[in-house]
Protein backbone atom coordinates (compact mmCIF):
# COMPACT_ATOMS: atom_id res chain seq x y z
CA UNK A 1 0.00 0.00 0.00
CA UNK A 2 2.96 2.46 1.02
CA UNK A 3 4.65 1.87 -2.41
CA UNK A 4 1.17 2.40 -4.44
CA UNK A 5 0.73 5.80 -2.82
CA UNK A 6 4.31 7.03 -3.22
CA UNK A 7 4.02 5.93 -7.00
CA UNK A 8 0.77 8.48 -7.39
CA UNK A 9 2.47 11.01 -5.14
CA UNK A 10 5.47 10.91 -7.66
CA UNK A 11 3.46 11.10 -10.69
CA UNK A 12 1.15 14.21 -9.38
CA UNK A 13 4.55 15.81 -9.14
CA UNK A 14 5.79 15.22 -12.36
CA UNK A 15 2.38 15.88 -14.22
CA UNK A 16 2.53 19.32 -11.97
CA UNK A 17 6.37 20.17 -13.84
CA UNK A 18 5.41 19.12 -17.73
CA UNK A 19 5.02 22.06 -19.94
CA UNK A 20 0.60 22.88 -20.93
CA UNK A 21 0.55 22.57 -24.38
CA UNK A 22 0.07 26.73 -25.15
CA UNK A 23 -3.07 27.83 -27.19
CA UNK A 24 -1.96 28.16 -30.53
CA UNK A 25 -2.40 32.00 -31.06
CA UNK A 26 -3.96 33.86 -34.06
CA UNK A 27 -1.96 35.93 -36.24
CA UNK A 28 -2.69 39.19 -37.52
CA UNK A 29 -0.42 41.08 -39.73
CA UNK A 30 0.07 44.80 -39.48
CA UNK A 31 2.39 46.37 -42.58
CA UNK A 32 2.54 50.21 -42.00
CA UNK A 33 5.54 52.51 -42.07
CA UNK A 34 8.23 52.14 -39.22
CA UNK A 35 10.99 54.38 -41.25
CA UNK A 36 10.95 56.40 -43.76
CA UNK A 37 8.28 59.78 -44.96
CA UNK A 38 5.22 58.13 -43.97
CA UNK A 39 6.80 56.80 -40.39
CA UNK A 40 5.55 59.54 -37.59
CA UNK A 41 1.81 59.40 -39.37
CA UNK A 42 1.81 55.85 -39.46
CA UNK A 43 2.93 55.42 -35.26
CA UNK A 44 -0.81 56.42 -34.33
CA UNK A 45 -1.74 53.23 -36.56
CA UNK A 46 0.93 50.62 -35.33
CA UNK A 47 -0.53 52.23 -31.90
CA UNK A 48 -4.59 51.40 -32.50
CA UNK A 49 -3.60 47.99 -33.72
CA UNK A 50 -2.05 47.22 -30.61
CA UNK A 51 -4.38 48.76 -28.59
CA UNK A 52 -7.19 46.50 -30.29
CA UNK A 53 -5.20 43.29 -30.18
CA UNK A 54 -4.61 44.32 -26.15
CA UNK A 55 -8.42 44.70 -25.74
CA UNK A 56 -9.78 41.25 -27.55
CA UNK A 57 -7.13 39.34 -25.65
CA UNK A 58 -8.09 40.33 -22.55
CA UNK A 59 -11.51 40.16 -23.79
CA UNK A 60 -10.55 36.15 -24.12
CA UNK A 61 -9.37 36.21 -27.56
CA UNK A 62 -10.57 34.99 -30.63
CA UNK A 63 -12.41 31.40 -30.94
CA UNK A 64 -10.86 30.46 -27.77
CA UNK A 65 -7.33 31.45 -28.85
CA UNK A 66 -5.43 34.87 -28.40
CA UNK A 67 -4.49 37.42 -31.37
CA UNK A 68 -0.60 37.77 -31.94
CA UNK A 69 0.07 40.99 -33.75
CA UNK A 70 3.28 40.85 -36.26
CA UNK A 71 4.08 43.55 -37.43
CA UNK A 72 5.84 44.84 -40.65
CA UNK A 73 7.80 47.78 -41.65
CA UNK A 74 7.47 48.90 -45.22
CA UNK A 75 9.85 51.70 -45.49
CA UNK A 76 7.32 53.79 -46.42
CA UNK A 77 8.36 52.63 -50.09
CA UNK A 78 5.84 50.45 -52.40
CA UNK A 79 8.90 47.74 -53.03
CA UNK A 80 9.04 48.42 -49.18
CA UNK A 81 5.36 47.73 -49.12
CA UNK A 82 5.64 44.76 -51.52
CA UNK A 83 8.29 42.83 -49.46
CA UNK A 84 6.77 43.06 -46.55
CA UNK A 85 3.06 41.59 -47.65
CA UNK A 86 5.76 38.83 -49.34
CA UNK A 87 7.12 38.55 -45.25
CA UNK A 88 3.73 38.80 -43.99
CA UNK A 89 2.60 35.85 -46.05
CA UNK A 90 6.18 33.50 -45.09
CA UNK A 91 4.75 34.55 -41.30
CA UNK A 92 1.78 32.58 -41.46
CA UNK A 93 -0.58 35.51 -40.49
CA UNK A 94 -4.27 34.73 -41.04
CA UNK A 95 -4.70 38.51 -42.16
CA UNK A 96 -3.37 42.08 -42.65
CA UNK A 97 -4.10 45.36 -41.30
CA UNK A 98 -2.74 47.76 -43.83
CA UNK A 99 -1.68 49.71 -45.92
CA UNK A 100 -2.00 53.35 -44.40
CA UNK A 101 -0.96 55.34 -47.93
CA UNK A 102 -2.87 54.07 -51.09
CA UNK A 103 0.40 53.84 -53.09
CA UNK A 104 1.78 51.34 -50.22
CA UNK A 105 -1.51 49.68 -50.15
CA UNK A 106 -1.40 48.86 -54.45
CA UNK A 107 2.15 47.45 -54.08
CA UNK A 108 1.41 45.14 -51.45
CA UNK A 109 -2.34 44.09 -52.17
CA UNK A 110 -1.08 41.90 -55.25
CA UNK A 111 0.96 39.82 -53.16
CA UNK A 112 -1.60 38.82 -50.75
CA UNK A 113 -4.40 38.78 -53.36
CA UNK A 114 -2.51 35.89 -54.83
CA UNK A 115 -1.75 34.35 -51.25
CA UNK A 116 -4.93 34.57 -50.33
CA UNK A 117 -4.59 36.39 -47.48
CA UNK A 118 -7.59 39.37 -46.37
CA UNK A 119 -5.94 42.85 -46.42
CA UNK A 120 -8.19 45.41 -44.55
CA UNK A 121 -6.09 48.68 -45.49
CA UNK A 122 -7.80 51.34 -42.83
CA UNK A 123 -6.92 54.17 -44.70
CA UNK A 124 -6.08 53.65 -48.56
CA UNK A 125 -8.23 55.73 -50.05
CA UNK A 126 -7.63 55.30 -53.70
CA UNK A 127 -10.20 53.85 -55.40
CA UNK A 128 -7.78 51.31 -57.32
CA UNK A 129 -6.81 49.43 -53.96
CA UNK A 130 -10.08 47.22 -53.86
CA UNK A 131 -9.94 46.60 -57.35
CA UNK A 132 -6.99 44.75 -57.00
CA UNK A 133 -9.19 41.25 -55.81
CA UNK A 134 -11.91 39.81 -53.48
CA UNK A 135 -9.13 39.62 -50.85
CA UNK A 136 -8.68 43.31 -50.30
CA UNK A 137 -11.08 45.52 -48.29
CA UNK A 138 -10.70 48.57 -47.01
CA UNK A 139 -12.24 50.46 -43.62
CA UNK A 140 -12.86 54.16 -45.33
CA UNK A 141 -13.98 56.05 -47.41
CA UNK A 142 -12.79 56.32 -50.81
CA UNK A 143 -11.28 59.29 -53.03
CA UNK A 144 -14.41 59.50 -55.03
CA UNK A 145 -16.36 59.71 -52.40
CA UNK A 146 -14.16 62.56 -50.53
CA UNK A 147 -13.43 64.53 -53.41
CA UNK A 148 -16.90 64.78 -54.55
CA UNK A 149 -18.18 65.92 -51.23
CA UNK A 150 -15.15 68.81 -51.02
CA UNK A 151 -16.28 69.78 -54.62
CA UNK A 152 -19.87 70.26 -53.62
CA UNK A 153 -18.67 71.79 -50.63
CA UNK A 154 -16.95 74.87 -52.14
CA UNK A 155 -19.40 75.30 -54.36
CA UNK A 156 -23.05 74.88 -52.83
CA UNK A 157 -21.82 75.86 -49.43
CA UNK A 158 -18.85 78.40 -49.67
CA UNK A 159 -20.08 79.47 -53.38
CA UNK A 160 -16.58 79.75 -54.84
CA UNK A 161 -16.12 78.92 -58.16
CA UNK A 162 -12.00 79.62 -59.26
CA UNK A 163 -10.03 76.43 -57.69
CA UNK A 164 -6.18 75.73 -58.28
CA UNK A 165 -4.30 72.54 -57.39
CA UNK A 166 -1.37 71.62 -56.17
CA UNK A 167 -0.96 67.58 -57.07
CA UNK A 168 1.73 65.44 -55.94
CA UNK A 169 2.79 63.53 -58.87
CA UNK A 170 3.96 60.81 -57.78
CA UNK A 171 1.49 60.12 -55.41
CA UNK A 172 -1.63 57.32 -56.23
CA UNK A 173 -3.58 59.28 -53.70
CA UNK A 174 -3.04 62.60 -54.65
CA UNK A 175 -3.57 62.22 -58.37
CA UNK A 176 -6.58 60.09 -57.61
CA UNK A 177 -8.29 62.75 -55.26
CA UNK A 178 -7.37 65.83 -58.04
CA UNK A 179 -9.59 63.98 -60.83
CA UNK A 180 -12.70 63.17 -58.86
CA UNK A 181 -12.40 67.18 -57.02
CA UNK A 182 -11.59 68.50 -60.60
CA UNK A 183 -14.87 66.09 -62.55
CA UNK A 184 -17.26 67.88 -59.99
CA UNK A 185 -16.07 70.88 -59.37
CA UNK A 186 -16.68 71.64 -63.16
CA UNK A 187 -19.95 69.89 -63.61
CA UNK A 188 -21.13 72.47 -61.24
CA UNK A 189 -20.34 75.44 -63.11
CA UNK A 190 -16.84 75.61 -61.36
CA UNK A 191 -13.62 76.43 -62.91
CA UNK A 192 -9.88 74.84 -62.40
CA UNK A 193 -7.80 78.04 -63.06
CA UNK A 194 -4.38 76.46 -62.93
CA UNK A 195 -2.91 73.13 -62.03
CA UNK A 196 0.85 72.99 -60.14
CA UNK A 197 2.81 69.83 -59.86
CA UNK A 198 5.04 68.73 -56.90
CA UNK A 199 6.37 65.70 -55.53
CA UNK A 200 6.34 64.73 -51.88
CA UNK A 201 9.88 65.33 -50.59
CA UNK A 202 10.26 68.86 -51.71
CA UNK A 203 11.10 71.72 -49.54
CA UNK A 204 10.54 74.55 -51.57
CA UNK A 205 7.33 75.19 -53.70
CA UNK A 206 7.44 78.71 -54.00
CA UNK A 207 8.17 78.23 -57.84
CA UNK A 208 4.62 76.41 -58.38
CA UNK A 209 2.87 78.35 -56.15
CA UNK A 210 3.67 82.08 -57.94
CA UNK A 211 2.53 80.81 -60.86
CA UNK A 212 -0.98 79.76 -59.49
CA UNK A 213 -0.81 83.45 -57.65
CA UNK A 214 -1.15 84.88 -60.98
CA UNK A 215 -4.92 83.54 -61.14
CA UNK A 216 -5.83 84.46 -58.16
CA UNK A 217 -7.36 81.56 -57.24
CA UNK A 218 -10.73 81.55 -54.82
CA UNK A 219 -9.84 77.87 -53.73
CA UNK A 220 -6.95 76.40 -53.55
CA UNK A 221 -6.72 72.03 -52.93
CA UNK A 222 -3.81 70.58 -52.21
CA UNK A 223 -4.64 66.28 -52.09
CA UNK A 224 -1.70 65.50 -50.45
CA UNK A 225 -0.21 64.29 -47.06
CA UNK A 226 1.49 65.81 -44.30
CA UNK A 227 3.42 68.22 -47.19
CA UNK A 228 -0.06 69.91 -47.46
CA UNK A 229 0.19 72.58 -44.32
CA UNK A 230 3.70 73.23 -45.15
CA UNK A 231 2.58 73.90 -48.79
CA UNK A 232 -0.45 75.82 -47.70
CA UNK A 233 1.91 77.85 -45.09
CA UNK A 234 4.22 79.19 -48.04
CA UNK A 235 0.84 79.82 -50.17
CA UNK A 236 -0.32 82.16 -47.18
CA UNK A 237 3.05 83.83 -47.35
CA UNK A 238 3.22 84.74 -50.89
CA UNK A 239 -0.05 86.07 -50.77
CA UNK A 240 -2.53 83.75 -51.86
CA UNK A 241 -5.97 84.44 -50.36
CA UNK A 242 -8.22 81.95 -50.81
CA UNK A 243 -9.63 78.93 -48.73
CA UNK A 244 -7.60 75.80 -48.21
CA UNK A 245 -9.18 72.92 -48.66
CA UNK A 246 -7.48 69.29 -48.12
CA UNK A 247 -8.44 65.81 -47.87
CA UNK A 248 -8.09 63.27 -45.41
CA UNK A 249 -4.19 63.18 -45.34
CA UNK A 250 -4.26 66.39 -43.71
CA UNK A 251 -5.11 64.26 -40.44
CA UNK A 252 -1.51 63.12 -39.69
CA UNK A 253 0.32 63.86 -36.55
CA UNK A 254 3.23 65.40 -38.35
CA UNK A 255 1.12 67.92 -40.04
CA UNK A 256 0.68 70.09 -36.59
CA UNK A 257 4.44 69.91 -37.10
CA UNK A 258 4.56 71.00 -40.77
CA UNK A 259 1.99 74.57 -40.66
CA UNK A 260 -1.20 73.45 -39.29
CA UNK A 261 -1.28 75.83 -37.06
CA UNK A 262 -0.18 79.13 -39.78
CA UNK A 263 -3.32 77.98 -41.92
CA UNK A 264 -6.16 80.82 -41.39
CA UNK A 265 -8.64 79.46 -42.82
CA UNK A 266 -9.13 75.58 -44.73
CA UNK A 267 -11.43 72.75 -44.66
CA UNK A 268 -10.54 68.69 -45.16
CA UNK A 269 -12.48 65.50 -44.96
CA UNK A 270 -11.82 63.02 -42.27
CA UNK A 271 -13.01 59.58 -41.09
CA UNK A 272 -13.45 60.30 -37.51
CA UNK A 273 -13.05 63.07 -35.05
CA UNK A 274 -13.38 63.24 -30.68
CA UNK A 275 -16.28 65.11 -31.08
CA UNK A 276 -18.48 62.18 -32.98
CA UNK A 277 -21.23 61.58 -29.98
CA UNK A 278 -21.55 57.17 -30.73
CA UNK A 279 -20.79 54.99 -27.63
CA UNK A 280 -18.06 52.92 -29.42
CA UNK A 281 -16.51 56.33 -30.20
CA UNK A 282 -16.38 57.48 -26.79
CA UNK A 283 -15.63 54.21 -25.54
CA UNK A 284 -12.80 54.32 -27.68
CA UNK A 285 -12.11 57.86 -26.23
CA UNK A 286 -11.97 56.30 -22.49
CA UNK A 287 -9.45 53.56 -23.93
CA UNK A 288 -7.22 55.87 -24.75
CA UNK A 289 -6.51 58.16 -22.10
CA UNK A 290 -5.49 54.96 -20.29
CA UNK A 291 -3.12 54.94 -22.64
CA UNK A 292 -0.72 58.03 -23.07
CA UNK A 293 1.20 57.18 -25.79
CA UNK A 294 -1.15 57.19 -28.39
CA UNK A 295 -3.06 60.22 -30.24
CA UNK A 296 -6.78 60.95 -30.53
CA UNK A 297 -6.43 60.43 -34.79
CA UNK A 298 -8.53 58.74 -37.17
CA UNK A 299 -5.23 56.71 -38.44
CA UNK A 300 -5.44 54.93 -34.89
CA UNK A 301 -9.36 54.84 -35.25
CA UNK A 302 -9.82 53.52 -38.42
CA UNK A 303 -6.87 50.62 -37.19
CA UNK A 304 -8.51 49.92 -34.23
CA UNK A 305 -11.81 49.52 -35.63
CA UNK A 306 -9.82 47.17 -38.90
CA UNK A 307 -8.91 44.89 -35.97
CA UNK A 308 -12.35 44.38 -34.35
CA UNK A 309 -13.32 44.18 -37.83
CA UNK A 310 -11.19 41.44 -38.87
CA UNK A 311 -11.59 39.46 -35.47
CA UNK A 312 -15.25 39.98 -36.18
CA UNK A 313 -15.16 37.86 -39.29
CA UNK A 314 -13.21 35.18 -37.87
CA UNK A 315 -15.77 34.83 -35.31
CA UNK A 316 -18.16 34.20 -37.58
CA UNK A 317 -16.28 32.45 -39.88
CA UNK A 318 -15.95 30.29 -37.08
CA UNK A 319 -12.31 29.24 -38.64
CA UNK A 320 -9.20 30.82 -39.87
CA UNK A 321 -9.66 29.32 -43.10
CA UNK A 322 -9.15 32.28 -45.82
CA UNK A 323 -11.79 31.85 -47.79
CA UNK A 324 -14.21 31.63 -44.46
CA UNK A 325 -12.79 35.08 -43.24
CA UNK A 326 -12.94 36.28 -46.42
CA UNK A 327 -16.70 35.84 -46.93
CA UNK A 328 -17.70 36.66 -43.62
CA UNK A 329 -15.95 40.32 -43.90
CA UNK A 330 -17.72 40.35 -46.97
CA UNK A 331 -21.39 39.60 -45.34
CA UNK A 332 -20.36 41.98 -42.81
CA UNK A 333 -23.78 44.02 -42.07
CA UNK A 334 -24.42 46.97 -39.80
CA UNK A 335 -21.23 46.36 -38.03
CA UNK A 336 -21.19 49.49 -35.29
CA UNK A 337 -17.49 50.63 -35.20
CA UNK A 338 -15.92 53.74 -33.89
CA UNK A 339 -15.46 55.48 -37.33
CA UNK A 340 -18.80 54.36 -38.27
CA UNK A 341 -21.37 51.86 -39.06
CA UNK A 342 -19.87 49.17 -41.67
CA UNK A 343 -21.35 47.52 -44.57
CA UNK A 344 -19.00 46.71 -47.38
CA UNK A 345 -20.47 46.77 -51.28
CA UNK A 346 -19.46 44.40 -53.71
CA UNK A 347 -15.87 46.30 -54.08
CA UNK A 348 -15.28 45.37 -50.67
CA UNK A 349 -15.52 49.43 -50.02
CA UNK A 350 -17.87 50.57 -46.90
CA UNK A 351 -20.39 52.44 -47.15
CA UNK A 352 -20.06 55.33 -44.33
CA UNK A 353 -20.18 59.15 -43.28
CA UNK A 354 -17.69 61.67 -43.92
CA UNK A 355 -16.49 64.04 -41.13
CA UNK A 356 -15.61 67.42 -42.45
CA UNK A 357 -13.10 69.71 -40.55
CA UNK A 358 -12.00 73.34 -40.21
CA UNK A 359 -8.99 75.04 -39.98
CA UNK A 360 -9.32 78.44 -38.39
CA UNK A 361 -7.10 80.82 -37.62
CA UNK A 362 -4.59 77.34 -36.54
CA UNK A 363 -7.36 75.95 -34.71
CA UNK A 364 -8.60 72.32 -35.68
CA UNK A 365 -12.77 72.26 -35.24
CA UNK A 366 -15.21 69.88 -35.85
CA UNK A 367 -17.52 71.31 -38.52
CA UNK A 368 -20.53 68.66 -39.56
CA UNK A 369 -20.64 65.05 -40.23
CA UNK A 370 -21.89 64.19 -44.01
CA UNK A 371 -24.10 60.95 -44.02
CA UNK A 372 -23.44 58.77 -47.23
Given at each position: MRKKVVCCFTLAVLLSVLPVQAVESIKLGAIFAKSGAAALANEDHFAGFRLAIKEINKAGGVLGRPLEGVEFDNRSEQIGARQAAQQAVKAGVVTVVGNSWSSHSLAAGPVLQEAKIVMLAPDSTNADVTGIGDYIFRSCFTDSLQGKVLARFAVNELHLKKAALMVDVKSDYSLGLAEFFKNTFTSMGGQIVDEQQYTHNQHNFAK????????????????????????????????????????????YASTIKKGVAKI????????????????????FIASLEKEDTIKLSSGAALTY????????????????????????????????????????????????????????????????????
Amino acid sequence: MRKKVVCCFTLAVLLSVLPVQAVESIKLGAIFAKSGAAALANEDHFAGFRLAIKEINKAGGVLGRPLEGVEFDNRSEQIGARQAAQQAVKAGVVTVVGNSWSSHSLAAGPVLQEAKIVMLAPDSTNADVTGIGDYIFRSCFTDSLQGKVLARFAVNELHLKKAALMVDVKSDYSLGLAEFFKNTFTSMGGQIVDEQQYTHNQHNFAKQLEEIKKYNPEVLFIPGHDEAAFIARQAQKIGIDAVYLFGDGMDYASTIKKGVAKIKKGFFTNHWNSKVTSTQSQKFIASLEKEDTIKLSSGAALTYDSVYLLADAISRAGSTDPEGIRIALANTHNYRGVTGIFNFNAQGDPIKSVVLMEIKDGELLFYKELKP
